[in-house]
């Protein structure tokens, strides 16, 4: 038996979300089963007091609240955590097969800044959204998920690239092509593709009198082997994607956590494309959070109050001190695995945590006598962001970057610290309810 059976549910639900599309899927399902209500931007709301609800938009970005006791009409505090569902990937191009030689290759496009290397001599799947038209001539959408290795990228041997330890870099175009299969001397390779796609699309439920003509897709290869946790002590969590699963994942389990109560509202954003920028319309930078809060409150003077009011954290992984490359690391703020939550810093906006929201966090987790630590990039070395700063932006709102040190971040195969997991997720539901 498990020693850490909520664990246990947040590495199945990262093996079942290979794509964005998969992981609001299971996040739509489990907040349904705790008697969370499914809202559509299409209708007018109707919200009740007490009540947990959810919105989704594109099927890949999906945000969950729990309405206050009080009514929204009266000040209200939000308690908003961010998060995104993306991870770097390879994705397939609208004609995705191709012939080289005598063998039939994918043609993907990079999506992200993935550890590319990372992806060679992997078993890779392939999953996502595929639409197509019904026997009654209406556009259907259906997530399928391949599961089985179905593809490989193989390296070339050391003796024929003698450069393969001083720094390789594959040619993103020529030999990123994961090997599919043999090629037939008359086989055409988008018939090939369609006809894969049908029997998945009717291996996965569609009747196959329904599945009159495949339309588009959105899909993208991830590695087979599933998360896990390794060590002496079982003490880390390994695996694809938790750049940033695991936040989306121990964000919606402080969710469910949470009573109702008088005037606070917590909120969990899960969003879309921030590994690209952010800058769509189911992403961070786009308007689907201001969308929501709108509509809860309707009224421009109250919306500005509560925002005044609010708190955010952004909750993305951070970069965990590596033994072996100490010196690309600030040793003087750089965070330790298993040593707590970090709060990220950056003077030059990067990250939103500031005096004010950081030492109300740290506050926070010292109540509840929670580890925090620090993390700073080197001053000779660029910083990457969240969605902190665009969200705090747009909405006016206090906020600070939080998250779980990793090793490895954006390779095919992170690594974070199990206890690291379990503090952030208490300090999570702490957030929630002051």
């Not at 498990?2 to 599309?21: H, V």
């Not at 209708?43 to 009740?48: A, G, P, V």
């Not at 199990?418 to 999570?428: F, P």
Request: with cysteine; charged share 20%.
């Amino acid at each position: 038996m498990s020693d850490n059976p909520r664990l246990d549910g947040l590495i199945t639900r990262i093996n079942q979300s290979p794509t964005p599309y998969h992981a609001t899927q299971v996040a739509v399902t489990r907040l349904l089963e705790r008697g969370f209500v499914q809202l559509d931007e299409q209708e007018t709301w109707s919200l009740e007091e007490g009540k947990g609800y959810l919105v989704v938009r594109d099927g890949s970005s999906f945000i969950a609240f729990i309405t206050p006791k009080a009514p929204l009409e009266q000040p209200t505090q939000l308690r908003l955590a961010g998060a995104h569902t993306d991870s770097p990937s390879l994705k397939l191009k609208p004609n995705p097969l191709k012939k080289k030689r005598d063998q039939l290759v994918w043609d993907v496009e990079v999506y992200g800044s993935p550890i590319l290397t990372s992806w060679f001599d992997r078993d890779l799947s392939l999953a996502g959204l595929v639409s197509y038209l019904d026997r009654a001539g209406s556009v259907q959408y259906q997530l399928i998920d391949f599961q089985s290795a179905i593809s490989r990228i193989p390296h070339l041997a050391i003796h024929l690239n003698k450069e393969s330890n001083n720094g390789y870099a594959p040619h993103r175009h020529e030999e990123l092509n994961p090997i599919f299969a043999p090629a037939g001397e008359e086989e055409e390779p988008q018939q090939r593709f369609f006809d894969l796609l049908r029997q998945q699309l009717v291996a996965q439920g569609v009747a196959e009198e329904e599945l009159q003509q495949i339309l588009d897709w959105d899909l993208s290869f991830y590695d087979t082997q599933p998360a896990a946790r390794s060590g002496m002590k079982s003490e880390w969590l390994t695996g694809g994607r938790l750049d940033n699963l695991l936040s989306c994942f121990t964000g919606l389990e402080a969710l469910l956590d949470q009573p109702s109560a008088a005037q606070t509202l917590p909120m969990l954003a899960c969003f879309d494309h921030e590994e690209v920028g952010s800058r769509s319309a189911v992403g961070a930078d786009g308007s689907f959070i201001e969308a929501v809060l709108r509509r809860l409150f309707a009224d421009e003077a109250l919306f500005r109050q509560n925002m005044a009011r609010a708190r955010m954290i952004s909750v993305d992984n951070a970069h965990g001190f590596h033994p072996n490359f100490a010196a690309k690391q600030d040793d003087n703020n750089m965070p330790r695995m298993g040593q707590g939550v970090v709060l990220k810093y950056n003077a030059n906006q990067r990250y939103t945590t500031h005096a004010r929201s950081g030492g109300w966090f740290k506050a926070l987790c010292a109540q509840e006598k929670l580890p925090t630590q620090a993390f700073t990039v080197r001053s000779d070395m660029g910083c990457g962001s969240t969605i902190g700063p665009t969200v705090a932006a747009r909405l006016g709102i206090s906020s600070l970057d939080i998250g779980v040190p990793s090793w490895a971040m954006h390779s095919i195969r992170e690594t974070a610290a199990v206890s690291d997991i379990q503090t952030l997720l208490a300090a999570w539901a702490h957030f929630y309810t002051v």
